[in-house]
Every structure is written in structure tokens, then in C-alpha cells.
């Protein structure tokens, strides 16, 4: 720990470094400026924008409908409230088709105060990840359920469960990786996956749903205060559970991810 110290802003560098010295990287979603404020205070080290809005926010039952522009208007939000987090921002479907397209995309994000953008796919989205890279534009990649397939994908699976799968899986990681990502988001995949990838990778992996071997974690946030509606999916926990506070909760979230206590055995898929 000691990287909030003096809420001095979390730099990439500074989760490099928290990863070559296997410190757990702690990232959570956040779509406005009171949440963003909170995560601060509970020193979440990152807030992902994500395009989760479309569910969460929008009521949406996919992130298909998100657009740039609400992207946008939800990154302003969250950065006006950060006083030192590191900021990802989801590029929605279909603002990414090509190179062209995705850095017009990106450049409105990070002028919306995104420190790094995400996109999901694999070596299908290499060029655009080096060229967005090449161009400064900071990349996290995304694998495993890629929630903007869904419609392709047929719902909500769990993904990489085969050895050829699985297999598949890590050398798109590595292809991402080796376009320049800087970070890779890993969800619903097998632990034993999220354990491999992650040792195979010098990137840090955050999973959610992989396992308790990557890098960092990440949530949801209004699922891990237990507040979407529905079942939640399996790797979520509730961490209002026993406690009083949203900010208690959130920073029980931060000691679990960082002592390794969450996620547990419990919340990770069987290959
Ligand atoms: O949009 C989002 O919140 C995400 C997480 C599920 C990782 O991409």
C-alpha cells in the first residue's frame, strides 16, 4: 500500500509498479461525481467508467444502446469529483469499427478526463489497439464475456471453459499485450484461466469473475452494494452485508481485494 498517500493522482506507472510488487490493483465502477468522490475517500485506486451506465444507469438490458456522447457526459461527471484516482473509459459498441473511428472516439473520452480507454475484443482489435497506442491514447483490454457481443454470443456465459478455448484465450491476451494494452480486463472465465493468463502476461490483469489470481478486481459498483436488481451473477458479493455505510462498504471491498480475502473460492467459474 502507500500509493494514495498525499492523493498524489494514480499514474499508470504507479500500476505498473503495484503490480511488479504484487500489490492487488483495486477498481470499481463509478458513473458520477458523488460516487467518484466516495471512491476517492475509500482509496479505490481506479474507477472504470464502464459502459455497464447502459444497465445500471440507463436501464437498458445490454450496453449496445450506450453512445459516445453519453461516455462522454458520464466520464465529466466522474472526473470532476477525482481528486487523484486513475480513470478508465468504456468505448461503446460500436464507436471502435476501425482505426479512424476509435481514436475520433478515444480523444473525446480522454478530453472528458479518461486517464486510459477500454475496449473488448481480442486480436481481432490489435491494429486498433497499436494505433490507438502509437497515438498516445492509452489501452486496457477486455476478454473473456465481452458484454457488447451479447447479442452474438446469445447471453451472458461463462467463456473460455474448453482447453482450445482456454488456449484461445490466452494468445489473444498475449496479441492485445503485445499491441501495446497496458492492462486487460478478464471477465467470467475460469479461474484457473485468470491464473494463467495472468502469469503468462507482464500486464496487469483485472478480472471479475477470474479468479482470485489477477491482478486487481473489479465490480459493478451498485452490484457489490447489492442494489441492481435481480439475481446477481456469481462473482459478485454483497459488501453492505454487514455493514452500515456505502463508504464501510466500499472500503471493506478495498482490505478484501488487497488481503486476497475477495473474491473467494465461492465466487470464481470451475474449467
Ligand atoms: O462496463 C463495465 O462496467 C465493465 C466491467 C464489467 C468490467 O466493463
Known amino acids: 500500500m ?11 506507472t504507479k500500476l505498473l509498479a ?11 465502477t463509478a458513473y458520477d461525481s458523488t460516487m467518484s468522490a466516495l471512491l476517492n ?41 477525482n481528486t487523484h484516482a ?22 473525446e473520452l480522454m478530453r472528458a478526463g479518461a486517464d486510459m480507454i477500454k475496449l473488448e ?17 492509452p489501452v486496457c483490454a477486455h476478454l473473456g464475456l465481452l458484454p457488447q457481443s451479447v447479442h452474438l454470443l446469445g447471453g451472458y456465459k461463462v467463456q473460455g471453459k474448453s482447453k482450445d478455448a482456454a488456449s484461445h484465450m490466452l494468445e489473444q ?9 497496458q492492462m486487460l480486463v478478464l471477465e467470467a472465465i475460469p479461474s484457473s484461466l485468470g491464473e494463467r493468463i495472468t ?7 483485472i478480472g471479475i469473475g477470474a479468479g482470485p489470481d489477477c491482478s486487481g478486481q473489479v465490480l459493478v459498483l ?25 463508504e464501510a462498504a466500499v472500503k471493506a471491498y478495498v482490505r478484501e481485494v488487497k488481503s486476497g480475502k475477495f473474491p473467494g473460492l465461492e465466487h470464481g467459474f470451475a474449467g
Open 2 to 12: 502507500g500509493y494514495l498517500q498525499g492523493d498524489k493522482p494514480i499514474s499508470i
Open 18 to 28: 503495484m503490480h511488479a510488487e504484487r500489490e492487488k490493483i483495486t477498481m470499481l
Open 41 to 81: 475517500r475509500c482509496g479505490v485506486e481506479v474507477i472504470l467508467i464502464g459502459d455497464s451506465l447502459g444497465n445500471v444507469i440507463q436501464g437498458h438490458s445490454s450496453t449496445t444502446p450506450v453512445t459516445v456522447e453519453q461516455m462522454v457526459y458520464h466520464t465529466e461527471c466522474v472526473a470532476r469529483a
Open 86 to 107: 486513475f480513470l478508465i473509459s468504456d468505448l461503446p459498441f460500436a464507436s471502435y469499427g476501425d482505426p479512424i473511428q476509435a481514436l475520433d472516439s478515444a480523444a
Open 121 to 137: 475484443g481480442g486480436d481481432w482489435q490489435a491494429d486498433i489497439i497499436q494505433y490507438l497506442v502509437e497515438r498516445s491514447v
Open 173 to 181: 491476451a498475449l496479441t492485445c499485450q503485445a499491441a501495446g494494452a
Open 199 to 205: 502469469e503468462e502476461l507482464h500486464i496487469p490483469t
Open 222 to 246: 451498485q452490484d457489490m452494494l447489492g442494489i441492481s436488481p435481480g439475481k446477481p451473477p456469481k462473482f459478485v458479493k454483497n459488501f453492505m452485508d454487514g455493514h452500515q455505510s456505502i
